[in-house]
């Protein structure tokens, strides 16, 4: 099956820094999502991105499909930006979602 | 629009004993997925239905986990008998059908003891 890895696992960051989160996976995709999972564990959804890229405010993402790899990015993080990212990639015929293990980012004040 | 509704939120039952949880999706959605997601981990897929038609479930332990999705709609897992080890968050998503956007339910947080 496919592998999804996500990197790094853990993240800390002084309020006001940038980073960049990466998804590799192993095979072509049809979609990719990016969530972000709050402390209460509820998925919210940040970008459906299969290609390209999208901004939406201090987050950005960008896929490279051919190159099989996707980048979260966010800028000038908030404490608020803490909790779990995933990526996940709908695969194969049978279009299974999979996700990564996530990485996990804590924005000290 | 409303989105993906799941109860209870909560759980705890003792190991052997057996529990069911249930989703709503978005209306209009014909794709439900039922995940785990284990303390410290990512979700991990256990059965896909695309409307009342099971996609995969290669991931269920069919010894104990069930579910189903009548009249695709909402949907019913069942665990019977419960382990510990099935301590998890079980979160239902939906989507409009394959290869589009899906959306997470809240989870229910289930505790074996």
């Known amino acids: 099956g496919i592998q999804v890895e996500q990197s790094p696992p853990d993240l800390i960051l002084q309020e006001g820094a940038n980073s960049t989160l990466r998804c590799n996976f192993s095979?072509?995709?049809?979609?990719l999502q990016w969530f972000h999972q709050n402390p209460w564990g509820q998925l919210i959804n940040l970008f459906y991105i299969p290609s390209g890229t999208k901004q939406n405010g201090r987050l950005s993402a960008t896929t490279v499909a051919t190159e099989r790899y996707s980048l979260l990015y966010i800028s000038s993080s908030q404490t608020t930006d803490s909790g779990v990212y995933f990526c996940?990639?709908?695969w194969g015929g049978g279009f299974k979602t999979i996700f990564g293990a996530g990485t996990r980012l804590f924005v000290k004040a | 629009e409303a989105g993906v509704a799941q109860s209870p939120r909560y759980k705890i039952i003792e190991k052997r004993q057996s529990v069911a949880f249930w989703c709503n999706p978005i209306?209009?959605?014909?794709?439900l997925y039922w995940y785990q997601q284990i303390l410290g981990q990512g979700p991990k897929l256990l059965i896909q239905?695309?409307?009342?038609?099971?996609?995969?479930d290669s991931q269920l332990p069919k010894d104990r986990f069930s579910a189903e999705r009548l009249k695709g709609v909402d949907s019913t897992l069942k665990i019977q008998p419960a382990k510990l080890e099935d301590s998890a968050v079980y979160l239902c998503?939906?989507?409009?059908?394959?290869?589009?956007?899906?959306?997470f339910g809240q989870g229910t947080r289930l505790t074996v003891v």
């Open positions: 998503a939906s989507s409009l059908g394959e290869n589009t956007e899906a959306f």
């Open positions: 239905f695309q409307n009342n038609g099971v996609v995969d």
């Open positions: 209306s209009g959605h014909a794709t």
């Open positions: 095979d072509s995709v049809n979609n």
């Open positions: 996940a990639v709908e």
